[in-house]
């Protein structure tokens, strides 16, 4: 007999069917037990006699045959009341590390994460992963039905792209080596290579060595560059744009997802932009909050989403024109005021989830920064001699992966959208 998906029985044909899972819930009665059953389309009840429950544990891998009725009371207004079952995995434990029924209690984030492929068996954490994919795969329609070109580049890499933040190291037969922070480089390089405008969805690494609720030290990046642009507004607005394709496209994918996680995606508006010290006047005077030189800290990006929020009615804001100093060596100064930088973030509710912007493109102008920045411009001829060959105008941006499906589903600490963290405690499993 062929195996029926559990998502399939409302309109099966079929009177007896072959079902594979896990078993999610027992509940027993004099003669006969209830049964949930698990796979990864959702849940079935079960109705299995006593004297075959015998030998049935939670979390079992198990085969069963049995005829499918109606059943007004059982979940989903049917069951199976089975006739033969087979334990095709079996369980080597004297109690599950946590329950995995969501309305017990709950077990930590840490112990969670320490037994990822248990906790994953819950349907609520399991959906923030059928999200994530679709934000995945929305960004890569999205950006395809616009021309752009997917690409891989290297994440062993022989210099920092990023500036300040940190790098991890490799050993790279008899040199050093370093992992990639992002693909900014090659990503700009390969816009100048021809291909125009491009995008990449790949991991990048930080060795940040703090933990908080917003870092990972190893994440996802979805980049995209795109030439030929002359302003930064171009790019916010593509990236306006794709939200709004994103929130359709989960609204049309994940209608259980978002119903089970209790999250409503509603039209963005059109999302304003403030420039960086503008935010900082207003936090300073609506809240009496004084933000680090050229940037706001953590509190502030929440402060000022509560301000967008209220004055607005968004959940966006791009904070714009970020001062020379907190930029890279790449990006494109603006003279609107003096010391800034044709740049951008994205904070999403509270939090940074894209940072973005013009760069410099004339090679003599970048070669000039890059030694302003500090640097040895031989060190980075790899990437500066691509410049020397007609580079066009041209600007991206990267969002974070696991902080954009942290933020659209409410999530509290960015490991919950992340399938295995690795932060400065973690590194297993
Ligand atoms: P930036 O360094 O701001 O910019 O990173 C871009 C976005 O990546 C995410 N991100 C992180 N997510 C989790 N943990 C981290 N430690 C972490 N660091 C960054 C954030 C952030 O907004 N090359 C530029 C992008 C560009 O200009 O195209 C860059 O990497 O969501």
């Given at each position: 007999m062929e195996r029926t998906m559990i998502q399939h029985l409302p309109e099966t044909k079929k009177q007896k069917v072959l079902l594979k899972g896990w078993i999610y819930k027992i509940k027993n009665f004099s003669n006969f037990s209830f049964v949930d059953l698990r796979d990864k389309t959702g849940l079935v009840q079960l109705v299995i006699d006593s004297k075959k429950m015998k030998e049935l544990k939670l979390e079992m891998a198990i085969e069963v045959t049995g005829k499918l009725e109606k059943n007004g009371k059982a979940p989903k207004g049917m069951e199976i009341h089975v006739e033969s079952i087979h334990i095709i995995g079996q369980v080597y434990y004297e109690l599950l590390p946590f329950s995995i029924n969501q309305s017990k209690v709950q077990a930590s984030l840490e112990k969670e994460l320490d037994y990822r492929y248990i906790s994953l068996r819950r349907p609520d954490r399991r959906a923030v992963f059928n999200v994530q994919e679709e934000v995945v795969e929305a960004f890569r329609g999205y950006l395809k039905g616009r021309g752009f070109s997917e690409i891989h580049t290297p994440k062993i890499i022989a210099s920092g792209t990023e500036g300040g933040s940190e790098m991890f190291t490799v050993n790279y037969f008899d040199t050093r080596a370093f992992l990639a922070q992002s693909p900014q480089f090659y990503k700009q390089m390969m816009v100048g290579a021809g291909f125009e405008s491009v995008f990449e969805i790949g991991h990048a690494y930080r060795a940040e060595p703090h933990s908080t609720y917003r870092h990972l030290n190893e994440y996802v990046s979805l980049d995209i560059e795109m030439g030929f642009i002359d302003d930064e507004n171009e790019l916010m607005d593509l990236e306006e744009d794709f939200i709004n394709y994103l929130f359709r496209h989960l609204n049309q994918t994940c209608t259980d997802e978002l119903k089970l996680l209790k999250v409503e995606l509603k039209e963005v508006n059109q999302i304003p932009r403030i420039p960086l010290k503008e935010a900082q006047e207003i936090l300073d005077n609506e809240y009496g909050k004084n933000s680090p030189m050229g940037n706001l800290d953590a509190e502030g990006e929440i402060l000022f989403s509560q301000y967008v929020k209220e004055k607005?009615?968004?959940d966006f804001v791009f904070l714009t024109k970020y001062p020379v100093s907190k930029r890279p060596m790449y990006a494109m100064p603006d003279?609107?005021?003096?010391?800034?930088?044709?740049s951008f973030d994205l904070i999403y509710k509270g939090l940074e989830i894209t940072t973005g912007g013009l760069r410099i493109h004339d090679y003599e102008r970048l070669k000039e920064n890059i030694i302003r920045f500090g640097a040895n411009s031989e060190d980075f001829s790899f990437y500066?001699?691509?410049?020397?060959?007609?580079?066009?105008p041209h600007g991206g941006f990267a969002i974070g992966l696991e902080r954009i499906t942290m933020k659209l589903l409410d999530l509290e600490n960015i490991r919950q959208s992340t399938l295995l963290p690795r932060d400065i405690r973690r590194i297993e499993p």
């Amino acid at each position: 007999m062929e195996r029926t998906m559990i998502q399939h029985l409302p309109e099966t044909k079929k009177q007896k069917v072959l079902l594979k899972g896990w078993i999610y819930k027992i509940k027993n009665f004099s003669n006969f037990s209830f049964v949930d059953l698990r796979d990864k389309t959702g849940l079935v009840q079960l109705v299995i006699d006593s004297k075959k429950m015998k030998e049935l544990k939670l979390e079992m891998a198990i085969e069963v045959t049995g005829k499918l009725e109606k059943n007004g009371k059982a979940p989903k207004g049917m069951e199976i009341h089975v006739e033969s079952i087979h334990i095709i995995g079996q369980v080597y434990y004297e109690l599950l590390p946590f329950s995995i029924n969501q309305s017990k209690v709950q077990a930590s984030l840490e112990k969670e994460l320490d037994y990822r492929y248990i906790s994953l068996r819950r349907p609520d954490r399991r959906a923030v992963f059928n999200v994530q994919e679709e934000v995945v795969e929305a960004f890569r329609g999205y950006l395809k039905g616009r021309g752009f070109s997917e690409i891989h580049t290297p994440k062993i890499i022989a210099s920092g792209t990023e500036g300040g933040s940190e790098m991890f190291t490799v050993n790279y037969f008899d040199t050093r080596a370093f992992l990639a922070q992002s693909p900014q480089f090659y990503k700009q390089m390969m816009v100048g290579a021809g291909f125009e405008s491009v995008f990449e969805i790949g991991h990048a690494y930080r060795a940040e060595p703090h933990s908080t609720y917003r870092h990972l030290n190893e994440y996802v990046s979805l980049d995209i560059e795109m030439g030929f642009i002359d302003d930064e507004n171009e790019l916010m607005d593509l990236e306006e744009d794709f939200i709004n394709y994103l929130f359709r496209h989960l609204n049309q994918t994940c209608t259980d997802e978002l119903k089970l996680l209790k999250v409503e995606l509603k039209e963005v508006n059109q999302i304003p932009r403030i420039p960086l010290k503008e935010a900082q006047e207003i936090l300073d005077n609506e809240y009496g909050k004084n933000s680090p030189m050229g940037n706001l800290d953590a509190e502030g990006e929440i402060l000022f989403s509560q301000y967008v929020k209220e004055k607005y009615n968004n959940d966006f804001v791009f904070l714009t024109k970020y001062p020379v100093s907190k930029r890279p060596m790449y990006a494109m100064p603006d003279n609107e005021p003096e010391g800034t930088t044709k740049s951008f973030d994205l904070i999403y509710k509270g939090l940074e989830i894209t940072t973005g912007g013009l760069r410099i493109h004339d090679y003599e102008r970048l070669k000039e920064n890059i030694i302003r920045f500090g640097a040895n411009s031989e060190d980075f001829s790899f990437y500066l001699d691509s410049f020397k060959y007609g580079m066009p105008p041209h600007g991206g941006f990267a969002i974070g992966l696991e902080r954009i499906t942290m933020k659209l589903l409410d999530l509290e600490n960015i490991r919950q959208s992340t399938l295995l963290p690795r932060d400065i405690r973690r590194i297993e499993p």
